[in-house]
């Protein structure tokens, strides 16, 4: 299920520099992020991937439904964003989520993956801090801070 030892796409430079931008985005707001990596998409549309596996994370469990997945399939080229119901409508509705993910692809194109992977976070962080600012009630670390790799 998961990638051999170094097999995914990136080094542990590169590992640790995402999941500071993951941690520093979860640490001013209430929302989870989380990112799962794998080499192939087993559905035609990397939506119905993606919500697969916020299920599967079990990331619909979170208290305010302000969960947020970015999924990528590497070799498949294949991306999406899945946000819970709570982010999905107070960031904006489909528009904010058509405009993140057109501007991921365009930077994995123009520079790389990681250096996109970081940019969508910080685009992500922006609602996240705005609708879910963090404060001392609600500021628990519901999901992990790592990366998930699949297949």
């Known amino acids: ?3 051999k030892k170094k097999q995914h796409p990136f080094n542990k430079s590169e590992i640790a520099l995402i999941e500071t931008h ?3 985005a979860e640490l ?6 989380r990112i799962f990596i794998e080499r192939d998409c087993v559905f035609d549309d990397a939506i119905d991937r993606a919500k697969e596996i916020f299920k599967e994370l079990q990331m619909q469990a ?11 399939a590497t070799d498949a080229k294949k991306f999406a964003i899945f946000g819970d119901e709570a982010i999905y ?3 904006g509705g489909a528009s904010f989520w058509e405009a993140a993910a057109a501007s991921f692809v365009n930077d994995v194109k123009s520079i790389d993956l990681t250096h996109a992977l970081v940019k969508c976070i910080d685009t992500l962080s922006v ?15 519901e999901l992990a801070d790592e990366i998930v790799f699949g297949k």
């Open 62 to 72: 979170t208290q305010e439904r302000n969960a947020l997945l970015i999924y990528v």
């Open 89 to 91: 409508e107070k960031a």
């Open 22 to 24: 993951l941690k520093k």
């Open 127 to 141: 609602p996240m801090q705005k609708y879910f600012p963090a404060d001392a009630l609600r500021n628990d670390n």
């Open 28 to 33: 001013t707001s209430s929302c989870e992020l």
């Open 1 to 3: 299920m998961f990638f």
